[in-house]
T-cell receptor
């Protein structure tokens, strides 16, 4: 079955370290997205990519970086410049120019220790 | 810019009660509208959608009608179950219906708790 996979499910990071969250999809979707969710809060867009080798900043891109070298993969790096990285991170993908909405992964919970 | 406003939660209901979660939107074009559901510790799942005015989306007993005149997309269910306890997000896609989909804009979510 096609889907979108995020790994790991739980991640612990020491202060000052960079960490990379994985997001892989086998849905043949063109567009991919990264969101951050804090407790009791909605979703905030970090980065998105509509096509391979291209990506745009979302509303809260500072302290994060991404790459889109393959259609299937859109990894997110949380850098040491992100002052408050503890959150639930969600990856999503979409077919592109249609109205079917997004498919979400199951999320990665990042905790700074 | 475009935006989505949902009723604040949490909403607590008894099993078999009627559910309404209000959602209104602001958009310059003719967006598509969506409801997503998030169970604890999981990602979001698409619950239902509507792509043009007067369309009704439905799934698993949930319904929502795209009302252009009131810019609303309220979620309803006639008889909720304990298993419906989750957070519900209303969202819109920028851009004209039937055309290219822009990024989704989400409301802040409404937490629903159903008691037996």
């Amino acid at each position: 079955d096609g889907g979108i996979t995020q790994s790991p499910k739980y991640l612990f990071r020491k202060e000052g370290q960079n960490v990379t969250l994985s997001c892989e999809q086998n849905l043949n979707h063109d567009a991919m997205y990264w969101y951050r969710q804090d407790p009791g809060q909605g979703l905030r867009l970090i980065y998105y990519s509509q096509i391979v080798n291209d990506f745009q900043k979302g509303d809260i891109a500072e302290g994060y970086s991404v790459s889109r070298e393959k259609k299937e993969s859109f990894p997110l790096t949380v850098t040491s410049a992100q002052k408050n990285p503890t959150a639930f991170y969600l990856c999503a993908s979409a077919r592109g120019p249609d109205n079917y909405g997004y498919t979400f992964g199951s999320g990665t919970r990042l905790t700074v220790v | 810019g475009d935006s989505v406003t949902q009723m604040e939660g949490p909403v607590t209901l008894s099993e078999e009660a009627f559910l309404t979660i209000n959602c209104t939107y602001t958009a310059t074009g003719y967006p598509s509208l969506f409801w997503y559901v998030q169970y604890p510790g999981e990602g979001l799942q698409l619950l239902l959608k509507a792509t043009k005015a007067d369309d009704k989306g439905s799934n698993k007993g949930f319904e929502a009608t795209y009302r252009k005149e009131t810019t609303s997309f309220h979620l309803e269910k006639g008889s909720v179950q304990v298993s419906d306890s989750a957070v519900y997000f209303c969202a819109l896609s920028e851009g004209d219906y039937g055309g290219s989909q822009g990024n989704l804009i989400f409301g802040k979510g409404t937490k629903l708790s159903v008691k037996p």
